[in-house]
């Protein structure tokens, strides 16, 4: 029955993460001693403090429709924040909270793309924002960087692919997947390029802020006054409160462009849980120590895992300064068999590493680059040391 399906949905890709997740766990319902680091997601529960918040709001009746852009409480509470965290001076008008980061990137490229627009993506980025392009029938023109440069762009290379169609830049500090963050500096560089073009926005995805190891503030590109009028700051609470089933992200925008979210929301899923938004609240507002031990703990395995990995020959690797991901350049042994099967690039290597080693990494070519994989250190470390293992015995034999 394909041919009664919309050619948005037969030309849309399934997201790599999501994908080799379900396999994963399909892998394992069959008895596979699979280990999953594909999906970017934190280990830990959520605080006990949070889960007490949804519980109370449970009991006190927050069990009804809520307002398309999220309880007024819980969106000056994110004003709140992003005046504490951030420097940046948000009305809680000018906040849409919605059902998922990813939700959120959504509302605004569907309300500014129009068909052909062009959409700059640092490679490598998000699998998520390419698709998200495509939906709005916008072209997504890749920019590319390696790991040698710390997988950033330059003001110099962002500049060199604006054209009289660019209407969008789309980019996440810290990465997603590469971990790289960049300094105030290297944001300075993007607001000045931005500055020269006052018809060109930047999505500036900052979901990973609290996981930053640099012990530099986080810079969002937009504290830089001069061009904040055309940055729409994405943020949520997976990540760094470790509430990934909740479901809720946020933007910060001027109030155009939330009012034009507002109203995209709107028409597609209303306003997000009710409950899930006052647990939000206290998140947001209350004491961030239980945020401040999980990122000792992921630095810390982060650290285990680089040392693992730079003792498997024929891997190139950077430090991450954030995030929870390595984006492992695995070309050297591009060219290479098993059992008279070609390995030449990442989809083929990730398939090589769930077969022969039975662990679950997302090829990167769903996020732009043709060289790597990634790899998710959101685990226990016995699961880390493991996956460090059986990636090492499974490419020694490659031939």
């Not at 068909?115 to 920019?143: F, T």
């Not at 440069?149 to 590469?178: A, G, Y």
């Not at 899923?269 to 031990?293: N, R």
């Not at 039975?358 to 685990?379: H, P, Q, T």
Request: with cysteine.
């Amino acid at each position: 029955m394909a041919e009664h399906l919309s050619l948005r949905i037969i030309n849309m890709q399934e997201s790599a993460t999501l994908k080799m997740a379900k396999i994963s766990r399909e892998l394992r319902a069959q008895g596979h001693d699979v280990i999953d680091l594909s999906i970017g997601e934190p280990d830990f529960d959520t605080p006990q403090h949070i889960k007490d918040a949804a519980k109370k709001a449970i009991d006190e009746g927050y069990t009804h429709y809520t307002p398309v852009p999220g309880y007024p409480e819980l969106r000056k509470a994110i004003a709140a924040k992003l005046k504490r965290d951030n420097r940046l001076d948000y009305s809680f008008e000018q906040i849409v909270v919605s059902t998922g980061a990813k939700q959120s990137i959504a509302n605004v490229v569907l309300s500014m793309i129009n068909a052909g627009d062009e959409v700059l993506l640092p490679a490598p980025y998000w699998v998520s924002y390419s698709a998200i392009a495509d939906l709005a029938e916008g072209k997504s023109v890749e920019i590319p960087t390696t790991i040698e440069t710390d997988f950033k762009v330059t003001p110099e290379l962002l500049e060199k692919h604006i054209t009289d169609k660019t209407r969008l830049i789309i980019f996440s500090s810290p990465c997603n997947p590469t971990g790289s963050v960049y300094t105030h500096a290297e944001m300075k560089g993007i607001a000045d390029v931005l500055k020269k073009h006052p018809n060109i926005y930047a999505i500036s995805d900052e979901i990973y802020e609290y996981i930053n190891y640099t012990g530099e503030p986080h810079t969002s590109l937009a504290s830089f006054s001069e061009i904040k009028e055309q940055v729409i700051t994405v943020n949520g609470f997976s990540k760094g409160f470790a509430m990934t089933g909740w479901r809720l992200g946020y933007i910060a925008a001027p109030l155009w462009i939330a009012k034009a979210c507002d109203k995209m929301q709107g028409q597609i899923t209303s306003g997000t849980c009710s409950i899930a938004q006052k647990a939000a609240e206290t998140a947001v507002s209350t004491d961030l120590t239980p945020t401040y031990e999980m990122v000792k703990a992921f630095r810390r395995r982060r650290d285990l895992v680089y040392g693992l990995l730079n003792d498997i020959p024929g891997l190139k690797v950077n430090l991450p300064a954030g995030a929870f991901y390595f984006f492992i350049d695995v070309s050297q042994h591009f060219g290479k068999s098993y059992n008279g099967k070609a390995v030449d690039c990442p989809e083929a290597m990730s398939a090589f590493l769930l077969e022969e080693a039975k662990i679950g990494l997302v090829n990167g070519e769903a996020f732009g680059d043709k060289n790597c994989i990634r790899l998710s250190y959101a685990a226990a470390d016995e699961k880390l040391i493991e996956v460090c293992k059986r990636l090492k015995d499974a490419l020694s034999k490659l031939n």
